[in-house]
C-alpha cells in the first residue's frame, strides 16, 4: 500500500518526468523473531501515573541538556509569565521559622560544631596568639570610625549597621588572609565577593493542598478521590550576604560517609515534619522567573563556597512582628537556609538539579554577624531531590552544624580600647579560614556533556548568542514588554459573575477558556528578517529568525 504522502506529489512526476521514490530493505526474520517473547511493559492508565511518566520525562530531558545555562533555562520553559513562587529572604524571619526551614531544605540540625574541626583548634589557637594585636586594631578602628553615620538620624538603624559590620569583614579579611597565606596556599587562590548575589529556586513537595485546590477538585467528579494530594509550593530564596569566599576546590565532608548510606529513619535524624503552606508563616507569592545564582555566573573557575557572612540586621526589627523572644531560632534558621541556598546553587551550576540529585557531598561554612554576636555554621549538602515525588521516597538528608551566638566584644571606649574580648570567636573565625579545601577523586559534572559546559562553548555562533541572551534576559527577571492580561472589575461583575453582555464578541483571554500563565516561553511570535539584510536577498527565506531554545543534543 503507497504512504499517504505518495498521491498529493504525483504532480512532480508530470512536471519533473521523474520522482525518487524512498525505500528500504525489509526487516530480516533475525530482527523480526527472537527466541523468548518480548513484551512492552504494563503501564499504569491512570490519572497520577500519567502526570508522574510526563514529569519523569521532563526531568531526564533536563538531565541529558548539555550546559549550565540550558538546564536551568529549561526549568523555566513551562512558564512565560513566571512561576508562582513563595519569596525567602534573609530580611525576614516570622516566628516558628526553624521547624519549617529545615523541612522546607530536609535538614537535621545539631548544636555545636563537627568533630572535623578538633584537630584544627589548636593551630587557630597558635595562630590567634601571633596576630590578636592586629585584629584587636583592625576591629577597634572599624567599630569606632563610624561615628558619624551612627549620630545621622536620616540613615535608618538597619543601615547603620550595615555599613559598619561591611567595613568591619572587609578589614578582617583582609588582615587574617594577609596573616595566613604565606602558610596557608588557598587563601592566595581565593575569590572575595563583597554583597554578592545569592539566588536559589526548588520545588517543596508534601505540601497540603490550599482550600481552593481541594475545594476545586471536590467539585470534578473524576477528581474528588485526589482532592487531598499532596502540592507543589515552588520556593525562591533571595539573599544578599556581606561577603562571600570562593576557591577552585571543595571543601572536605564533614561527615564522611557514602551518600547512599544517608538514611533519615535508620540514622533517627530529627526533620520536623512541617507541611503546612509557607503562605502561614507571611511569605507572600509573586510570579517571577527561577533563578539560581551561587555569586558568579557559570564558567567561572572559582565555583565553590569557601565561607559566607551574612546579615543580622532583621534582628534590629523583629520585635515589630514578633511578639515571643525566639531570635536564636531564627538566627538558626538563617543559618541553614543561607547555606543550603548557596550550595544548591553550586550543585546547578556542576550540572545537578532539583530534580537530579548530587553525587557527592558540597560543604561551606557560614557566619551571621552584627559585629558584636557571632554565630558559626557548617553545612552539608547530600541531597537537592525536595518536590512531591520525592520528598517522602527519598531517604537522603542535609546536616548542618551551628553554634549559639557568642559576644566578640563586651564595649568600646571612647579611646578605641575594646573591653572583654572573646578570644574564643577570634579563633572560631581563623578556624574556618584555615580549613583547606582539596581536590576530590570524583567526576564534578556528571551531567554536563564534556564540551559544552556552559553556552560559551557552543559552537554555532547562532545557537550560542540566542542562548545567552535569553538565559541572562530571564535571569534579570525583567518584566514583559506586555504583561500578563488582566481580568478588570468590570469584566468580573458582567461577564463572569453575571452573563450580562452575550452578543459581545468573545476576545479576552478567560472568554475563550485561556489560561495565559500555562503560556510556554517558545510560544511568541518570530522575529521577523527585514528584505534589505536577508543572507539570501531580498526575497529569499526563511523570513523569521530561527530559535533555539534547548534541546538534547548528546546521547
Known amino acids: 500500500m503507497l504512504s499517504r504522502n505518495f498521491r498529493p506529489n504525483l504532480w512532480l512526476l508530470g512536471r519533473h518526468g521523474h520522482r525518487a521514490l524512498a525505500s528500504r530493505p525489509l526487516p530480516s526474520k533475525e530482527h523480526e523473531y527472537t527466541n523468548s517473547p518480548e513484551y512492552p511493559p504494563i503501564q499504569d492508565l491512570s490519572f497520577p501515573a500519567k502526570k508522574k511518566r510526563e514529569r519523569e520525562s521532563w526531568h531526564q530531558k533536563i538531565a541529558k541538556l548539555s550546559s549550565v545555562e540550558e538546564k536551568l533555562f529549561e526549568i523555566n520553559m513551562p512558564k512565560y509569565y513566571g512561576y508562582k513562587m513563595n519569596m525567602l529572604t534573609d530580611e525576614k524571619f516570622p516566628y516558628n521559622i526553624k521547624p519549617f526551614m529545615q523541612y522546607a531544605t530536609r535538614t537535621c540540625f545539631q548544636t555545636g560544631l563537627p568533630q572535623y574541626y578538633d584537630p584544627l583548634k589548636e593551630e587557630a589557637a597558635k595562630i590567634l596568639e601571633s596576630i590578636q594585636s592586629e585584629l584587636e586594631d583592625t576591629i577597634a578602628l572599624e567599630l569606632s570610625n563610624y561615628r558619624h553615620v551612627k549620630r545621622d538620624e536620616t540613615v535608618s538603624p538597619v543601615e547603620k549597621e550595615e555599613t559598619v559590620v561591611r567595613s568591619l569583614l572587609v578589614q578582617l579579611n583582609r588582615t587574617i588572609a594577609n596573616a595566613l597565606a604565606p602558610k596557608f596556599n588557598h587563601l592566595n587562590e581565593i575569590e572575595t565577593d563583597v554583597d554578592p548575589r545569592h539566588e536559589a529556586f526548588w520545588f517543596l513537595g508534601g505540601i497540603y493542598p490550599p482550600n481552593l485546590v481541594r475545594k476545586i477538585k471536590e467539585g470534578v467528579e473524576w477528581q474528588k478521590q485526589y482532592a487531598n494530594d499532596p502540592y507543589d509550593r515552588n520556593i525562591q530564596y533571595v539573599g544578599k550576604p556581606y561577603m562571600a569566599l570562593r576557591h577552585k ?33 507571611g511569605y507572600i507569592a509573586d510570579f517571577r522567573h527561577a533563578t539560581t545564582v551561587p555569586g558568579f555566573w557559570p564558567g567561572e573557575q572559582h565555583e565553590f563556597g569557601l565561607l559566607s557572612f551574612q546579615r543580622r540586621s532583621h534582628a534590629l526589627n523583629r520585635h515589630k512582628y514578633c511578639a515571643v523572644d525566639d531570635l536564636s531560632e531564627a538566627i538558626d534558621a538563617q543559618g541553614i537556609l543561607s547555606s543550603f541556598a548557596w550550595l544548591l546553587g553550586q550543585a546547578c551550576y556542576q550540572g545537578f538539579s532539583v530534580f537530579n540529585d548530587v553525587t557527592y557531598p558540597l560543604t561551606t561554612q557560614t557566619v551571621i554577624t552584627d559585629g558584636k554576636y557571632w554565630s558559626f555554621y557548617a553545612y552539608q549538602l ?9 520528598v517522602d521516597a527519598n531517604s537522603r538528608y542535609n546536616l548542618c552544624w551551628g553554634t549559639d551566638a557568642m559576644q566578640l566584644y563586651e564595649s568600646i571606649d571612647e579611646n578605641g580600647k575594646i573591653n572583654g574580648l572573646n578570644k574564643e570567636v577570634l579563633q572560631q573565625i581563623i578556624m574556618f579560614y584555615i580549613n583547606q579545601p582539596k581536590e576530590r577523586d570524583v567526576n564534578l559534572k556528571p551531567y554536563l556533556c564534556p564540551t559544552e559546559t556552559r553556552v560559551a562553548d557552543i559552537e554555532d555562533e547562532n545557537r550560542r548568542v540566542f542562548m545567552e541572551r535569553a538565559y541572562k534576559h530571564m535571569a534579570s527577571n525583567r518584566p514583559r514588554h506586555r504583561l500578563v492580561p488582566e481580568v478588570y472589575q468590570w469584566e468580573k461583575i458582567y461577564k463572569i459573575d453575571n452573563k450580562t453582555r452575550p452578543m459581545e464578541p468573545k476576545r479576552r483571554p478567560f ?15 518570530l522575529k521577523y528578517i527585514p528584505r534589505a539584510v536577508r543572507p539570501g536577498g531580498p526575497k529569499s527565506r526563511p523570513k523569521f529568525e530561527a530559535t533555539y531554545y534547548p534541546n538534547v543534543r548528546r546521547q
Open 249 to 281: 576546590l571543595l571543601l572536605e565532608p564533614l561527615l564522611s560517609k557514602d551518600l547512599e548510606s544517608f538514611n533519615v529513619k535508620q540514622d533517627g535524624a530529627e526533620i520536623p515534619d512541617y507541611r503546612y503552606d509557607p503562605l502561614a508563616l
Open 382 to 390: 547530600n541531597t537537592t531531590l525536595l518536590h512531591s515525588d520525592q
Open 511 to 525: 472568554e475563550l477558556g485561556e489560561n495565559m500563565y500555562n503560556r510556554r516561553m517558545d510560544e511568541h511570535a
